[in-house]
């Protein structure tokens, strides 16, 4: 018999590890294994998996059991070249529909979280609580469209980019008060009712995310199972 709650909190679970990295794109794991890292049972993770596959969170590969998905190039290409695509469409519609006191709640945050970091010290927490509140912009304008398919979509692809990002960058204390000024750029041009200068802030931002996942380093495909293989 199948139990969605419980296949939904081995999903969310696995999610979660993923994202704090005690699971590692690439990384190959057993059923069993991830039933012991998520502490959730055998049935549950077995119910979610076609649902990761689905989604290309994971691949079974023939003899070597599940491999997680890998951080490699075309990952990185497609993964932001989707982001600009929906947070864009996304952005209009928050535009279009949001009133002064939605723009204001996000200021409002951002401008805690830039008092907080110019006192210091900068924590892990802190840099945690930071990345969350970048999310919540981003996930504010995709929710403005009201669309459950696009939301989906753009859900399954921001784990992708938080995977992309803790591999590749992470957001490390010195690149806070720079993603911070481009948060703050893309407020203000709300807050002073110039869509133009919001869409133009905003596309710089996700440039500046996927210019620094490709440039710190060449990329590992020595984990890449090769076409053919599964």
Not at 129 to 153: G, K, P
Not at 194 to 199: E, R, T
């Amino acid at each position: 018999m199948s139990h969605p709650k419980l296949r939904d909190q081995a999903y969310d679970a696995f999610t979660r590890y993923l994202l704090n990295r005690s699971l590692l794109p690439g990384q190959f794991v057993s059923q069993r294994e991830l039933a012991e890292v998520t502490s959730m049972s055998l049935a549950s993770i077995q119910q979610m998996i076609p649902r990761l596959e689905a989604e290309g969170l994971i691949k079974a590969i023939s003899q070597r059991g599940l491999q997680i998905a890998h951080v490699d190039l075309q990952m990185v290409i497609e993964a932001f070249q989707l982001r600009e695509m929906v947070e864009m469409a996304g952005l209009a519609e928050f535009v279009r529909h949001a009133s002064d006191k939605d723009v204001s709640r996000l200021q409002d945050h951002l401008a805690d979280l830039k008092t907080r970091a110019a006192q210091g010290p900068i924590t892990a927490d802190f840099l945690e609580e930071a990345q969350a509140a970048d999310w919540e912009m981003h996930d504010t304008f995709v929710a403005a469209m009201n669309n459950r398919l696009i939301s989906d979509v753009h859900r399954v692809n921001s784990i992708r980019i938080r995977m992309i990002l803790g591999e590749r960058i992470g957001l490390p204390a010195a690149r806070l008060p720079v993603a911070l000024k481009e948060h703050d750029a893309i407020l203000t041009a709300l807050i002073g009712h110039d869509p133009a200068a919001a869409a133009l802030a905003l596309r710089a931002h996700l440039h500046s995310s996927r210019h620094r996942s490709l440039s710190v380093g060449p990329f590992d495909e020595s984990e890449t199972v090769a076409p053919g293989t599964v």
